[in-house]
Structures are given as structure tokens and as C-alpha cells.
């Protein structure tokens, strides 16, 4: 039977978006095949489906989605009773359920449905679909006294109309407030409560939103810049140093169109990130000169000027009447959402308590999720030497709004905060370090002069190199400032990995530095090994190769199954590179007799039950291969480019392993998502026993 969640309320205005995105991503670690169901639903564009749906991958027909409309279920409702109103849903709800493990069933809004007893309504559809429920109270300008009140009426009003009730939310609470509130409601209900503070930058607009809602025209400015949240409004209708002393962190000056002077003042301060402002929206229509403009996209690349017809009253009421939403357009806003939700709800424990069945299968989104969610359960430092590349700041805003784990960035200072006030990224939560100026680089050099004296290298030359960012980030994790490093965005390979060679040096059971693909299928995960770092490895390495990366598939949830690859399987073929493999395979067994190993063995026996039962039908390993080591990195790396070109698997990588700290490398052409991954795995790497030692 098809397990369900029903997400609801008691009344409008509780943000319960945030929840539902939250256990949809709960469902989606757990469940490879998650429906959504909306019962009733408004005319217009269901702006949370469409961001699941971009989120998440969905395939569900949008048409399967909802029941009906309101204006549908009042007239039905008032026409043949509410008993043929939720006869009709629960029929159309079953059409969903069919076809998914879960279903993550959307409560009504209660705004201006028509619908009496709404909250009634909400339960008997819950307990007529066989969901359990999860209510949200809203908080958002109540007292602490207040919202107690409200959550234990609430859960009662439920719990007494049937319903299996798995947790309480209450969501939007006076950040001060919210301790004591889910003190007190922990010991008066019998169900967990989770307790979320208010979070402005989900209820502020983005510059986006306030655009289309006023009908501004987009005078200069990018998609980036667009998509900044409007934390404020200062309304400059005084002299420059009065406005710039009333500018704060995310917000949206708002000015007559014809004052140039608090247009340019204004960007100039945000270039300086003194402080960083969403935009500015220029009133009356008025529009600066072309030199002005020009000068602005200049000081500010990025930043919005957007111009509306309306003079400063009409529209500073229209602003104020705004909220943001969550949607697809808003991704940061999810991001937020999301770290909001994981952070003040017992992720685990409520993923217990829905009792949702496990997959058989893993997938890429599985193994995203996975990543994240434990490189939080034990927080992190991750030092990013690339501080002032576009992609790397914006994968820094995803891992801090999800709170991954904890970064430093070095660069320089000045430079850095540009940028971030470009891109419009918030980085106030993380370490800036310049390497140039730094206190360290004196030490530093002592420690790196003293590691390599034996090339001839002094304190002065020492000096010199350690300025250089790999080689002080490096520096850092090797002192136990940070926890792993990350770079390879912007420079080579060898620029990335030869510091940590150098000074973090391989592990005292390793005999080489390896790497590992995690190759992201539609429905598995394969450890790919090694296709990034040794060209020609000997058997002795091959050896080394297969034990290291079995210990890494298994730190990241792959059970290893070790296929030792060749041109030939068992003993069909013979010849110094088939030779290499089965010597290999043989001190594998030797050393590590535990680990499950076949080699030689070609790729399709490794990997396909067909070929596997004719080539060796007795193997606990072919056919269901989950580490697959190459003979040879021109083997290797052609065969996970193919793979992920003509398969489309996503490939996370190059993991390193075999070094006593984590330290990890960035394809140049890595997308944003594939650094969160990495700065994610790299802080999981930081968790292992060893490495728990290391920092002690």
C-alpha cells in the first residue's frame, strides 16, 4: 500500500512551503518514486508543483496532480454534499497513488476557498487517503503564550477527527522565542514538535518578483542580479551621505528616476560591499542619461536598475504588500527553505516516523541528498583556495544556506566581497583569508621550509611559495585550520594535488595517492577507480587502488564489490597487462581477505547478470560489480568520459584517497552543482576515525 504524508494547517500564512519542499526532500532520500497530490488548488500556476518538479525531476503528468479547483469543489460541496465532494478526491487521488511508493499529498491554503470547516475537510482527506498528517502552525507576530496555545488546539483538533498525526510544525516564530517555545511544547504533546523561526529572506521579494509585480522595465542588469532577495527598502529623496548612511545589507533603494547622484553613490557603495544592496528601482518613469547608466554597469556588473511608472507613495505601498514565494525561479530561496527545515527538524526521526519504504535502487538525487545530509551530521571546516571564482562563491552560498559544513575562502579580501556583492551572494558566515597578508604566511613558511629542506628549500624561498592559494590552503588543513580542501575550478590538476603530495603526504597503509569517480547511474551508483591520477600502476599499486577505493565506496553508502579489470575474464586470457590484473586480484586476497574481488574480468561480466552467468557463474562479485578498478588511467578515464557522455551518468569527481587528510580536485569545467558535491565529500572524508585523530 502506498504510504502517504498529508501536509496541512489551521489557517493562512503559516509558510508551510517550506515544510512540504523539506519532506519532499526527506521522500526523495528514501523513495525513488514520490508522487505529489494537491486536492484543491487556484486558478493560475501552482508555483510550489512547478518547483518540485524542477527540483526533484518529477515525471508526473501535471494533469495527475489535482483534484479540482475551489470554484469546482464549492459548487460540488453545495450541490451533492461533502460526502460526494470527497468521494470524487479520494478516486482521483488513487490515481496517483497507483503508480508511486509515496505520496506527498498538499493541504488546502484556506485563502478564500469558500469551503466551511476547512480544517475538517483537511483531516477526513487525510485519513480517507490512509495519510499520516503533519500540521504547520503559523507563528509569524504572535506571542510565545500564543502559539502554544494554538499548536496543542491545533494537534488536538486533529488527533480528535482520527487523524495519525506525525509531528507538529510550528514555523515563523520570533527567532528569541523559539527555544522556549519548543521547550514547553515538547512536554505538552505526545507527538514531537518542531519549532522554525522566521527567516526574512524567505518572505522577502526578489528584485524578479518586485519587477513583474510593478511592471518595471529592466534598465541594466542580470538573471543573478534579478534573483536577489529585497531584505529592506530606503527611500533616497535626501542628500547622498544621509542615504548611504541609511543603506543596509540586501536592500532595494528606492529613488526618483532623475537622481543620478544617489544612482551612482548608491552602486558605489555596494561595489565596495559597504554594504552589498539588492537594487535600485528608479520611480516617476524617469530614466538616467546614457553615461549614467554606462557608469553603473560599470561600478556594479550585475546589480539591477529597474524603472517604474509610479511616483515613490503608490509604489512604496505596492512594495510593502509584497511577498516573496517560493518557486522554480527562486532556487535561492529553496536553498534557504531547505538549510531552515533541516536545521530545526529531527530529519531522521520524522523520516522514522513516515515509515517510508526504502528503494532497492540508489540514484543520483538518492546520492546527492545522502552527501549532504551526512557531511552535515558532523559539521566541517573546508577551506576553498579559489575564493574569488563565480562558480566556487556560488556553491559557497548553496553549502551555507544548507549548512553543510563551515568555509574559508582566500583571496583577497576586497576582491572577494566584489564579486560576492555581484553575483549577489550573501557570504558573511564564512573565514576570509588572504594568503598575501595573512599572520600565518610567516609560519608557514617555517613549517613548508622545514618539510622540504631536504630539495634545498629555505625560510625565503619558502615565504614565497607558501603565498601561493593551493599551497597555503594546503597549509591550513595540514595545521589543522581546516578540515579538507577543495580547488581545481580554475587550476590544473597538478597545481591542486602536487602541494598536498608535498606536505599532507599519503597515509602510513597506502603506497599511493589514488583517485575514485563515483558514477552516478539511473539507478545505481559505480565506483570508478582510478581515472584520474596514476597512468601505468603496477600490480602493487592496482593492489593499493582496489583496497583504497573499497574504503571509500563504503564511507559513501556503496557496498564494494570489486571488479579488477582486463581485456579478459578469468583465466581466458594471458599476457603481461591480463597478468598484471590477476597478480593484483591475488594480493587483494592476500592482504584484505574480507573484501569481495574478481579480476581479471572485462566490463560487461562485471556489471551484467547476463554475461556474468555464462562467463562466471560462480562469482559473488560479476554481475553486480559496485568497484570497478582500471588496469591503466588511459582505460580509465576514456571510460568514465564515455559513460558519462553516452550513458548520461552524473560522474563526482575525482575523489582522492589514499592521503592522511582530505584534499580534492575540481574538473576546470565543474558546473556548481559538482563543487557542492565535492566540498561535500570532502568534509565526509574529514569524518573518519583517522581523521578524527589527525585534528585531536
Known amino acids: 500500500m502506498t504510504r502517504s504524508v498529508y501536509v496541512t494547517g489551521i489557517d493562512r500564512g503559516d509558510g508551510r512551503q517550506v515544510v512540504e519542499l523539506g519532506v519532499m526532500e526527506l521522500l526523495t532520500r ?20 512547478e518547483l518540485l518538479r524542477a527540483r526533484y525531476r518529477l515525471a508526473q503528468d501535471p494533469a495527475t496532480v489535482y483534484g479540482m479547483d475551489y470554484r469546482e469543489a464549492s459548487a460540488l460541496q453545495a450541490e451533492r454534499g461533502t460526502d460526494e465532494l470527497v468521494s470524487t478526491l479520494v478516486d482521483r487521488f488513487h490515481l496517483v497513488a497507483r503508480d508511486y511508493d509515496v505520496v506527498l499529498v498538499l493541504g488546502t491554503d484556506f485563502a478564500a476557498t469558500q469551503l466551511p470547516d476547512e480544517l475538517a475537510l483537511n483531516a477526513r482527506l487525510a485519513n480517507e487517503f490512509a495519510a499520516s498528517v503533519l500540521p504547520v502552525v503559523g507563528g509569524r507576530d504572535e506571542s510565545a503564550e500564543a502559539v502554544r496555545a494554538e499548536t496543542r488546539n491545533a494537534y488536538r483538533a486533529y488527533d480528535g477527527l482520527g487523524c495519525d498525526v506525525l509531528a507538529m510544525v510550528v514555523n515563523r ?60 527598502f530606503v527611500f533616497g529623496g535626501a542628500m547622498l551621505p544621509n542615504l548611504l548612511a541609511a543603506l543596509t545589507p540586501g536592500c532595494l533603494v528606492v529613488t526618483p528616476g532623475d537622481r543620478a547622484d544617489l544612482v551612482i553613490g548608491s552602486l558605489a557603495a555596494h561595489s565596495a560591499g559597504t554594504p552589498p544592496i539588492a537594487g535600485i528601482l528608479l520611480t516617476l518613469d524617469e530614466r538616467p542619461s546614457d553615461e549614467i547608466l554606462t557608469l553603473a554597469a560599470r561600478l556594479a556588473p550585475g546589480t539591477p536598475v529597474v524603472s517604474v511608472a509610479g511616483n515613490s507613495f503608490p509604489t512604496a505601498e505596492a512594495l510593502f504588500a509584497l511577498e516573496g514565494k517560493l518557486n522554480a525561479a527562486t532556487p535561492r530561496k529553496a536553498e534557504t527553505a531547505l538549510g531552515l527545515f533541516e536545521r530545526h527538524v529531527d530529519t531522521a526521526d520524522l523520516l522514522k516516523r513516515v515509515s517510508a519504504p526504502s528503494s532497492d535502487r540508489l540514484t543520483p538525487m538518492m546520492f546527492e541528498h545522502q ?304 563543487i557542492v558535491n565535492t566540498v561535500a565529500i570532502t568534509a565526509i572524508q574529514s569524518q573518519t576515525p583517522d581523521q578524527k585523530a589527525a585534528r585531536q
Open 30 to 49: 528514501q523513495v525513488d518514486r514520490v508522487g505529489v497530490f494537491r486536492p484543491l488548488v487556484h486558478d493560475g500556476p501552482d508555483r510550489l508543483f
Open 173 to 232: 516564530v520570533d527567532p528569541k522565542d523559539r527555544a522556549e517555545i519548543a521547550e514547553r511544547l515538547d512536554s505538552r504533546l505526545p507527538v514531537p514538535c518542531y519549532v522554525l523561526p522566521d527567516e526574512p529572506a524567505l518572505s522577502a521579494p526578489t528584485v524578479a518578483q518586485i519587477t513583474h509585480a510593478l511592471g518595471g522595465k529592466v534598465l541594466i542588469g542580470d538573471d543573478s542580479g534579478l534573483a536577489r532577495d529585497a531584505l529592506g
Open 371 to 674: 552527501l549532504l545530509e551526512q557531511a552535515r551530521s558532523e559539521r566541517r571546516r573546508v577551506v576553498l583556495p579559489e575564493g574569488t571564482e563565480d562558480r566556487v562563491l556560488q556553491a559557497a552560498e548553496v553549502l551555507l544556506r544548507r549548512g553543510v559544513c563551515d568555509l574559508t575562502l582566500l583571496g583577497p579580501a576586497d576582491q572577494i566581497r566584489k564579486k560576492a556583492a555581484d553575483l549577489g551572494i550573501d557570504i558573511s558566515a564564512t573565514q576570509i583569508v588572504d594568503p598575501q597578508t595573512s599572520p600565518l604566511r610567516d609560519s608557514f613558511a617555517e613549517k613548508y621550509a622545514e618539510l622540504r629542506a631536504h630539495k634545498g628549500v629555505t625560510v625565503e624561498l619558502a615565504y614565497d611559495v607558501v603565498a601561493d592559494v593551493n599551497y597555503f590552503g594546503t597549509l591550513m588543513v595540514e595545521e589543522g585550520l581546516a578540515d579538507g580542501m577543495v580547488s581545481g575550478a580554475v587550476h590544473s590538476t597538478a597545481a591542486t594535488i602536487r602541494p598536498a603530495f608535498e606536505i599532507i603526504k599519503t597515509k602510513p597503509e597506502s603506497r599511493i595517492v589514488s583517485s575514485v569517480f563515483f558514477m552516478c547511474l539511473a539507478d545505481k551508483v559505480l565506483v570508478y577507480g582510478d581515472c584520474a591520477v596514476n597512468p601505468d600502476p603496477n600490480a602493487e599499486q592496482l593492489c593499493d587502488i582496489a583496497i583504497s577505493s573499497a574504503a571509500t565506496a563504503r564511507q559513501f553508502g556503496v557496498e564494494p564489490r570489486i571488479a579488477m579489470l582486463s581485456y579478459s575474464t578469468g583465466t581466458s586470457g594471458s599476457g603481461a597487462d591480463v597478468d598484471k590484473v590477476r597478480e593484483a586480484t591475488e594480493l587483494v586476497r592476500a592482504r584484505r581477505g574480507d573484501l569481495l574481488i574478481e579480476g581479471p574480468i572485462q566490463y560487461d561480466a562485471a556489471v551484467e547478470p547476463s554475461v556474468a552467468a555464462t562467463k562466471l557463474p560462480e562469482s559473488e562479485v560479476a554481475g553486480q560489480a559496485s568497484v570497478l578498478i582500471f588496469p591503466d588511467l588511459n582505460t580509465g578515464n576514456n571510460t568514465y568520459k564515455a559513460v558519462q557522455r553516452s550513458a548520461g551518468a552524473i560522474a563526482v569527481g575525482p575523489v582522492l584517497q589514499g592521503l592522511r587528510k582530505p584534499v580534492n580536485d575540481l574538473s576546470r569545467g565543474a558546473l556548481v552543482q559538482d
